[in-house]
């Protein structure tokens, strides 16, 4: 093939140029011999406008490109650059297509050379990559790119970023080369031609694995180096004296900046640890808790020898203790502190599972493109962790395939590569165990312990320990999940694990052959069990439906079950619950029986493979025949148990739930009790500086208890403006259309006053669709970029990234938006919530806790509707202020925060902010004043 590759960008007026959207802009880069050799660029006119979308995207307008050419001018200059190159572009077939369409039009037949996808190139490439847009990747790689959406700038950026991907390319092993062809035939791209070629080079040289690599099985992996555990660790003595504290912290930070509440923060922690007390730390944004808690464990730990276990809710914050605050430890410290990270098992990758797929045939465009990521992090990877992998949807569910399981031990050669075990021995002499709230919660009551054994426990983001624990504590079934699994096993002809056990049988033990079942009544067996799941599940929408009126403007319907639900259709759920466990249970024993027989034949390597992946998917039908007891057949006492669906898919979207409605007792038998101490801390732990809230629903004694709450260091009085709106109708005296129309003309005139940098927070998904429309249609917001939760696509992380992206941007967001986002600087300069953040009473985790409340003599709103309501709107708060720097204004629509006795409960248990009462027009007087 051609050393020559063109890398294109284009601008155009929009996205399909099938309805008339033109190129305005184009720009090309010629790469020959890795090195960039030619440039051209030019604005075109596309004799059409120019939306004021794209003109603020771009900074292109219609003045700009009125004298420009028109692309069928350029075009014979275009098809010379492409002539006999590889046509290369970020998202090639956007370009691509407006290419072809453009050509077409100018009378030429189009490109019809081979094409290159930079993001597909990354994609495999960069398997650890945080995103894969090209600022992203520029980011990354460290690349200028000054002027974004824009071609000439795009164009050039992309050639950088292709010359980084085409040398990584060619600097990997002949080896791995040839495995990345095998499975690149089926990307969008014509990447195996370019793989094809550089195989050919490689067999011409030698070519060895590199020195860096270790060779395994036909798969090269990062070679595992051993911690020393002969390292000494002094016993340290912890500063007490204010300047003792001061230089330790200079070792760390090249400016340190002293906060006193970081101080203040460290004597509680060690305070608590010393007297072997549990404590409750409320600590404000800005206090730096994470080396507050940090530094007096590392002494503890030291003087104990003991391990400390650090619990978070959230992957972000545990990188962000690995990367970055434990590094800075070390600087502290005058030896090497071991911390270690550690997740459930199906977080780590099985290798001998992963060779073996390796070997199967007819894969998707995302299984394929996921084997060619993992070949390549396997040579980067030292933890095995999939966190560390940026999979796409399809490739999440092939994980599921390769993902450690309790059978590893059945592939012995792969034993030093067992990352799950590795991991585990690592803790068990650990200075800090790394985990999350739910494997925390999976190792308290589990029969075979995975943490080592520890007395003293931190818990970030403690507010959320509650949620977390009854979740864990609960119990779920969702008909995607189940057919999910079931598709694992498969019919005959799918060739899954039915057929590769019928094979394996008839091959190892054909005597067997006629005690058990034949192939086919195997088929009619699993086709039997799709039937009992489907009809289970239509059963249990049939009654969800029945009792539930469908809410207006909304597709999801809840419906928890009364206690001692008996109605007709509830039996007829228990009653298709009861056949489907019946076929469940034997398909296990048929899967039990033959496993068994087969664990005495002589069996290869692949074929264990095989044994052990239905080992584990027996365990999960275990699993899912415990769920299905629990949920329907025996429910337990105080327990809630819920149905919910999507009305227009209610079959494939429907979902029964079960959940303690108090956990506080639970927590308080198999961990509080248990631990000598446990810190807990968040920004959010006490309501009007009281912790009684979330000490009761922890199951924590007052006496055995300490509390501390350190306030932010920020100056919220001057940093942050607090407005409640007068002139907008109480949320629930209007039709909820009524009441979007007058939101939506508050946000418009704040948008435009503030030019965007604004986030909404709405507590109803349906509200937020509703004013997204109503902004979208009224056409005042055109040069606006409007990203909505659920409407635009992507994770909250990507819709964040969006936002920050755009000069005049509005982010609307729901229920995970009110918490665990960081956008700090001008990136947000405004934060709305348009009401109080109530949990509906209907739903039915709050419905069963009230009720309980209620029957013990107590009152369901002050002790659990307003203090969570509380708790969440201190989290949203919170999103506005992220630095000393930050300036901001809080708009709340909901006028209780004011003519309500209850209100002054949220405004006492925020920093200290002068609340304006002002009606739009003195909105808008103040920002102009303000901004």
């Known amino acids: 093939m051609s050393n020559k590759y063109v890398v294109v960008d284009l601008e155009t007026t929009g996205n399909s140029p099938k309805k008339g959207d033109r190129i305005i802009q184009i720009a090309a880069v010629v790469v020959e011999n890795d090195v960039i050799m030619e440039q051209f660029s030019t604005l075109i006119n596309p004799e059409r406008e120019i939306p004021l979308f794209i003109e603020e995207l771009t900074g292109l307008s219609d003045e700009m490109v009125s004298q420009a050419p028109t692309f069928a001018e350029i075009a014979p200059r275009v098809l010379a650059l492409l002539d006999e190159a590889y046509f290369v572009a970020h998202n090639v077939l956007f370009d691509l297509s407006f290419l072809q369409e453009e050509l077409v039009e100018a009378g030429y037949e189009g490109f019809l050379g081979p094409v290159l996808d930079t993001v597909e190139m990354a994609r495999f490439l960069f398997p650890s990559a945080d995103g894969y847009k090209l600022n992203d990747l520029a980011v990354q790689e460290g690349l200028d790119h000054d002027r974004p959406h824009q071609a000439d700038s795009d164009a050039y950026v992309t050639a950088e970023l292709f010359i980084i991907l085409l040398k990584k390319l060619q600097s990997l092993p002949r080896l791995t080369l040839t495995q990345l062809l095998k499975h690149s035939h089926g990307l969008k791209s014509d990447i195996s031609l370019l793989l094809e070629d550089l195989v050919v080079e490689k067999e011409q040289t030698i070519d060895e694995a590199p020195y860096t690599l270790e060779l395994h099985r036909g798969i090269l992996l990062t070679p595992l180096t051993e911690p020393d555990e002969n390292i000494q660790r002094p016993s340290l003595d912890y500063p007490e004296d204010e300047a003792d504290k001061e230089q330790l912290f200079q070792k760390a930070f090249e400016q340190f900046e002293k906060r006193p509440g970081q101080f203040q923060m460290m004597d509680a922690v060690f305070r608590a640890f010393s ?134 031990d059945q592939h012995k050669s792969w034993s030093p590569y067992d990352f799950y075990y590795r991991a585990r021995n690592a803790a068990q002499s ?84 006629p005690d058990s079942l034949h192939s086919f009544e195997v088929n009619q067996l699993f086709n039997q069990l799709v039937y009992e799941v489907d009809e289970f599940f239509k059963t249990v929408a049939i009654l969800a439906t029945k009792k539930v009126r469908k809410p207006t403007g909304s597709n999801r319907v809840t419906y928890r079950l009364s206690d001692g639900e008996s109605s007709k259709e509830w039996m007829a759920v228990k009653a298709c619950g009861e056949r489907m466990l019946f076929v469940l249970k034997d398909l296990m024993d048929y899967i039990e029986k033959s496993v068994t027989a087969l664990q005495n034949a002589m069996l290869t390597a692949n074929e264990k493979v095989v044994i052990s992946g239905l080992l584990a998917f027996h365990k999960k039908l275990q699993h899912l025949c415990e769920m299905l007891r629990k949920i329907i057949l025996v429910q337990e006492e105080e327990f809630v148990t819920w149905i919910e669906m999507d009305v227009r898919a209610t079959q494939n979207a429907t979902t029964i739930y079960t959940q303690p409605i108090s956990i506080s007792s639970s927590l308080k038998e198999h961990f509080f009790d248990k631990k000598k101490s446990v810190v807990l801390t968040s920004a959010t732990l006490s309501v009007k500086n009281s912790f009684d809230y979330i000490r009761r629903e922890l199951g924590l004694d007052a006496f055995d208890c300490e509390t501390e709450r350190i306030d932010s260091p920020f100056d919220y009085e001057n940093q942050v403006q607090l407005i409640v709106q007068t002139d907008l109708p109480e949320v629930n005296a209007v039709p909820v259309d009524e009441y979007v129309a007058a939101i939506s003309e508050h946000i418009i005139s704040i948008a435009e006053a503030t030019k965007g940098r604004m986030l909404i927070l709405f507590t109803s998904y349906d509200m937020l669709k509703r004013t997204y429309t109503l902004l979208k249609e009224s056409g005042l917001l055109d040069d606006y970029v409007l990203i909505g939760q659920g409407i635009t ?139």
């Open 275 to 408: 007297a072997h007390r549990h404590a409750l730390i409320e600590a404000g944004t800005g206090v730096g808790k994470s080396m507050a808690y940090l530094l007096p464990a590392a002494i503890l730990t030291s003087q104990l020898k003991e391990t400390i276990v650090i619990s978070t809710y959230t992957t972000q914050l545990q990188e962000q203790l690995m990367k970055k605050d434990l590094p800075l430890l070390q600087k502290m410290l005058p030896y090497p502190i071991k911390a270690v990270l550690l997740k459930g098992r199906t977080h780590y990758i099985d290798i001998a599972k992963f060779v073996h797929s390796l070997k199967e045939e007819d894969d998707n465009y995302d299984i394929s493109l996921s084997k060619m990521q993992i070949l390549i992090w396997l040579m980067e990877t030292e933890t095995g962790d999939r966190d560390e992998l940026n999979l796409s949807s399809g490739g999440s569910l092939f994980w599921e395939k390769i993902s450690h399981d309790h059978n590893f």
């Open 430 to 513: 650990a200075d800090f165990v790394i985990t999350n709230h739910s494997f925390l919660l999976v190792d308290l009551i589990s029969e075979n312990a995975i943490l080592p054994e520890f007395g003293y426990c931190i818990l970030d983001e403690g507010h959320h320990f509650e949620k977390a624990a009854s979740k864990y504590f609960g119990h779920s079934l969702d008909y995607l999940q189940v057919r999910m699994l079931l598709s694992q096993f498969g019919q005959y002809e799918e060739k899954a694990f039915q057929y590769q056990l019928d094979k394996l049988l008839s091959e190892k033990i054909p005597e067997l052959r």
């Open 793 to 931: 696509g992507g994770s909250r992380t990507r819709l964040t990234r969006s936002f920050q992206r755009f000069e005049k941007a509005i982010l609307l967001g729901t229920n995970s938006f009110w918490e665990g986002i960081d956008i700090p600087g001008e990136d947000l300069s405004c934060l709305i919530m348009v009401r109080l953040p109530f949990s509906a009473p209907n739903e039915p985790i709050t419905d069963a806790k009230s009720q309980l409340i209620k029957r013990n003599g107590g009152n369901a709103f002050s002790d659990y509707s307003l203090p969570e309501a509380v708790i969440r709107f201190k989290q949203g708060f919170g999103r506005l202020i992220r630095s000393s720097e930050d300036r901001g204004l809080v708009v709340v629509f909901d006028k209780r925060l004011y003519t309500t006795t209850y209100g002054k409960a949220f405004l006492q248990s925020i920093p200290k902010v002068p609340l304006k009462k002002l009606d739009i027009n003195e909105t808008l007087d103040l920002i102009h004043e303000w901004m």
